[in-house]
Structure formats: C-alpha cells, structure tokens
C-alpha cells in the first residue's frame, strides 16, 4: 500500500484534476436518473399482490380507483356537472359518483340513505376517480385547478404527485440543514478553522460521484434517491477525520520529515481503522439486498456504492486536497474549543463494571419495549396534517369516513358462485 500512496502523493495534482472532472460529469448524469414515486413497483416480483396486479392488468382495461375528490356547498345537478368536467380531464379514466348507484332524478330522501351518503352528504359531493399512472401529475394539477383551494382530494395518485413534486425542493432543504449542522459539530471538534472545510468538501465528491453512477441502475427509489445523500453523509464523516488528524499526529511526531511523507505514513497508519468501519457499513448495506421488499436492495446497493466511493475519495482525492491546503490549516489553527474529557474518561472507567450490569438488566425491558412498538405501511401516514395533502385526506374522513380499494379476482363463468361471495363481502 504505502508504494500505491506515494503515487498519489506525487501525482497530487492530477488526482485532483481528475476528481474535479469526475464531479462534473457526475453532476451532468444525476439529472439524467430517473426515480420512481410509485411504492408498488417495489413489491416482491412473486408476491401474490404482483401477480394479482398483473392478472387483472391482462383481463381488466379499467384501472384501479386512486383519488376521492370531495368538493363543498354543490347541489345534485352542480355535482353532476363537476363529475363531466373531472371525465374531460386528459389522464383520468373514469369517475364514480351516486348517478352510478342510483336516479338523482329521484328525491333523495326517498333513497337509501347509506348509499346517498357515500356519495353525497351535508352539501359535499365526494367523486371516486382514476388516473391513468403515466399522466397522474398532470391530471392531480389539473383536477386541483378545477376544485379550486376550498375542496379536498387525496387517495395514492395524489400522494405520488405531491411526493414527486415536493421531494426535489426538500431534499435540497434538509442537506442544507445537515450540512450546516456537520459543519458546526466539525468546528467544535477540530483545531483548525480550515479543516471542517476540507472535511466536507472530501464528502461532497463522494456523495457527487455517487448520485451520479446511481446512472448504472437507470431508475431508483424516491426513497433512496430521498436519503441516500443524507445517509452518506452520516456513515461516511469519520474517514477523512480520522486521516487528517493521523496526518496532524505524523507531522507533529515528525517534524523534520516532509509534508508527502507525512501523508504516507499517516495513510499507512489509518488504513486498517477506515477500512474497517468502512467495509463493516458497506456489508450492512449489502444485507438489505435479501430483503424481499424490493426498496431494500435499491437502497442497500446505492448507499453500499457510496460507502465505497466514500473509501476511495479518502485514499485518493483526500491526500492531494491535505497536501494542497495544509499550509491553510497551519495558518488558522486556533485552540480547542471543546474542554478536555479526561476526568470523564477516568470516571467512566471507574464505574464500567457497574454500568455494564445496569445496560445488562435495561436489556430485558427494552426487548419487551421494542415488540409493542407501532408500525405504519404504505402512505397513509406519509403526510402530516400541517401539509395540505394531509389537510384534505382529513377533511374528507371526516365527512365520508376513511376508505380503502381492494380488487377481488375470481374465475369467470361461474355466476352463482360469484353472487354468493358479494352477498358475503356486503
């Protein structure tokens, strides 16, 4: 290794050429990655609701419904004339309301009451809707132009666009937060006004070298494509610490030895530790490749490529960027900031035998603890109340109460036998 390390260390500046150029490319292909919004695409190929979906696709053209839109103070024949307008829309293939149940020339009073009521209730007309998914974002905008602010529509057609829509904008937002939130831990933990810099910068072309070869998968997640920059970011902060402060140690048991021998020794001496922890994460990124739910693999495989990138950008780019700023480093060194954690030290060794029984006996409840939690699935609980997407899905419960679509296929030609399971589904 220390023949490979003096390499870089030599031909410094081309590795920096090199990365500069590698990150501008990786920008070029980031925006050329497509991501997928719909959490259906993840589900196990063999699972019975794949090869459900994929019966039904086969007998069935009509699609699945995926969006209620409720709409305020209407009367029968203005709901009427609502439910025409929502039919026009480019993208929506059809639109259920109670015309399709019962006469609206009838009075409704005269009507049963449960179904009317399912459909129309205290002057709010609730329309049952399905969009075409290759136009859902289209057709979500277009049906909310309609409406206007004062009515409601929610359902998965509508998480999927408000997800595609607003995950770009605060993505963007959250790794400004977390930037600035390394940044900050960095300049209490460091010496030098210039490393927190450096440190981020290493990270910054690691995390840009990953979203751009994310390109070899063609399409990922919304998930990982949300948190894998994020995550990134969080396993792989240690790495370019741990070599610049081997290289602060070198310099200063050192000090008649150059700056590039330095460096060579301190990457010799860091090796072992950063590939260790960093081999450890990319093999517990690798286990979510088992999952059946296929958001694991997509996520393990692309959060597993960055530890890597990350190992690699701190074995190569790291060195040449240390060696080009160490002088930087030298001049804004200031003393530490935090006070020193010696008498801790000495008092957590003293009582290690007692708080390894009391971590021993927390074990128990904790374990019993963990099986109580509450687990939510799917996107029902995606949206907080604050969003508007989540304003409307509890606008709409409340006045219709909470629904689910289930599709129930079962072999034609029989029709007693289908009568029969629809009386018992009712």
């Known amino acids: 290794m220390k023949r490979f390390y003096t390499a870089i260390v030599r031909r410094r500046r081309l590795v920096l050429a090199v990365f500069a150029l590698a990150a501008v490319l990786s920008m070029a292909a980031t925006s050329r990655v497509q991501v997928d919004y719909d959490i259906n695409d993840y589900l196990p190929p063999e699972s019975p609701s794949t090869t459900a979906i994929e019966v039904m696709n086969g007998a069935f053209t009509g699609g699945i419904p995926n969006m209620r839109v409720m709409v305020r103070d209407v009367t029968v024949p203005e709901a009427l004339?609502?439910?025409?307008?929502?039919?026009a829309i480019d993208g929506v293939e059809a639109v259920t309301w109670l015309d399709d149940s019962l006469d609206v020339t009838v009075p409704l009073q005269m009507q049963d009451t449960a179904t009317v009521e399912s459909y129309y209730k205290d002057g709010c007309a609730l329309f049952t809707v399905t969009v075409e998914d290759e136009k859902r974002l289209e057709a979500v905008a277009a049906v909310r132009e309609l409406i206007g602010e004062g009515n409601a529509l929610e359902g998965a057609a509508v998480s999927t666009a408000v997800a595609t829509n607003s995950t770009v904008t605060e993505v963007a937002k959250i790794a400004a937060i977390a930037v600035v939130y390394v940044l900050f831990i960095l300049i209490l933990t460091t010496d030098s006004w210039a490393e927190p810099l450096l440190v981020l910068t290493g990270?910054?072309?690691?995390?840009l070298l990953n979203n751009?070869?994310?390109?070899?998968?063609?399409t990922i997640s919304f998930v990982t494509n949300a948190?894998?920059?994020i995550l990134q970011l969080a396993v792989s902060l240690d790495y370019s610490v741990f070599l610049i402060h081997r290289f602060a140690e070198c310099r200063a048991?050192?000090?008649?030895a150059s700056p590039e021998e330095c460096m060579v020794d301190a990457l010799c001496r860091s090796t072992g530790s950063i590939?260790?922890?960093g081999l450890t994460t990319v093999i517990g990124f690798l286990a979510l490749v088992l999952m059946q739910f296929q958001i694991g693999p997509d996520l393990g495989l692309a959060l597993a490529k960055g530890v890597v990138l990350s190992l690699v950008t701190v074995f190569t780019f790291m060195p040449a960027l240390t060696l080009a700023a160490y002088q930087w480093m030298d001049k804004t060194h200031h003393r530490p900031l935090l006070p020193s954690f010696d008498k801790f030290g000495r008092f957590v060794a003293r009582i290690m035998l007692p708080m390894a029984l009391?971590?021993?006996?927390l074990m128990v409840p904790s374990y019993l603890a963990s099986n109580s939690n509450q687990y939510y699935y799917g996107a029902a609980h995606m949206f907080g109340e604050n969003t508007r997407l989540g304003a409307d899905t509890a606008a709409i419960e409340e006045t219709f109460g909470r629904s689910d679509t289930y599709v129930v296929l079962v072999p034609e030609g029989d029709t007693a036998t289908q009568q029969k399971l629809s009386d018992a589904l009712h």
């Open 81 to 87: 004339d609502y439910k025409e307008k929502l039919a």
């Open 227 to 229: 948190a894998g920059s």
């Open 358 to 361: 009391v971590l021993v006996i």
């Open 212 to 218: 751009g070869t994310n390109l070899i998968f063609g």
């Open 203 to 207: 990270l910054g072309a690691a995390i």
């Open 253 to 256: 048991e050192n000090p008649d």
């Open 275 to 277: 590939l260790s922890s």
